[in-house]
Every structure is written in structure tokens, then in C-alpha cells.
């Protein structure tokens, strides 16, 4: 029995980081999609990136941009929360520096740093 909840225990472990960490690259992915939808549209500073506890957004005039075939608001997985952050991207693809926290259940967590410049990565 001891061998058998070790076991379990550490698959359980595996699958709340692997959601942090697939929440983490949908978070990036949608900062780099929107940076690269404002410096090509025209329009440049009405593109915006919205995050809620639990939800990820790009909005162009507060619409959801399309996303080949479907649209955001992409849903984050069950467990995983974010911190609440708009970021707005002007024609240059700049916007407000800030950092994103995910977190989940387990303790754990990542963390999501956006520079001014528009360029993301995780921290």
C-alpha cells in the first residue's frame, strides 16, 4: 500500500506542474500573438491581452480576435488561477512592463515577466 500512494502521489504532483507550465505557454503564446496582431494591423494600440483568474483574452476594440476557427476567451484548466492584467500593445508592439503569476493547487506556480519592449518569457 505504502509503494502504491507514493506512486499516486507523485503522478498527482506531475499533472498540477504540467498544467501550470501548459497555462504558462498559452499565457506567452497569446502575449506574442497580440503583439504581433498590433504591429500588424493598422489600428496598432486597440489590440489588448486580458487576463482574469481564470481566462486569457485578445481583444481588438474589446472584441475577441479570432483565432483560426475559434475565438478567445481560452479557459485555463481546472485548478489553475492567474493574476488579473491588462496589457495594451501600441503599432511598435510595446507595452506596460509586469509580471503574471499562475498558480495552482499543490503550491505550485510560475511566474510570466513582460517587458516594455512586448517581449515575454517565462521567469
Known amino acids: 500500500m505504502g509503494v502504491l500512494s507514493v506512486v499516486l502521489f507523485s503522478r498527482l504532483g506531475?499533472?498540477?506542474t504540467a498544467n501550470?507550465?501548459?497555462s504558462r505557454d498559452d499565457v506567452i503564446?497569446?502575449?506574442f500573438f497580440a503583439q504581433q496582431q498590433a504591429m500588424m494591423r493598422?489600428?496598432?494600440n486597440n489590440i489588448r491581452v486580458v487576463l482574469t483568474?481564470?481566462?486569457v483574452s485578445v481583444t481588438e476594440?474589446?472584441?475577441a480576435i479570432n483565432l483560426?476557427?475559434?475565438y478567445y476567451p481560452l479557459a485555463l484548466p481546472s485548478g489553475i488561477t492567474a493574476s488579473s492584467a491588462t496589457f495594451s500593445y501600441d503599432k511598435l508592439g510595446r507595452t506596460t512592463a509586469g509580471t503574471i503569476t499562475l498558480?495552482?493547487?499543490g503550491g505550485v506556480s510560475a511566474s510570466i515577466r513582460v517587458e516594455a519592449s512586448g517581449y515575454a518569457f517565462a521567469n
Open 61 to 63: 476594440d474589446g472584441a
Open 53 to 55: 483568474t481564470n481566462s
Open 14 to 16: 506531475g499533472v498540477h
Open 68 to 70: 483560426g476557427g475559434s
Open 20 to 22: 501550470i507550465q501548459s
Open 103 to 105: 498558480s495552482g493547487s
Open 29 to 31: 503564446a497569446a502575449l
Open 42 to 44: 493598422s489600428t496598432g
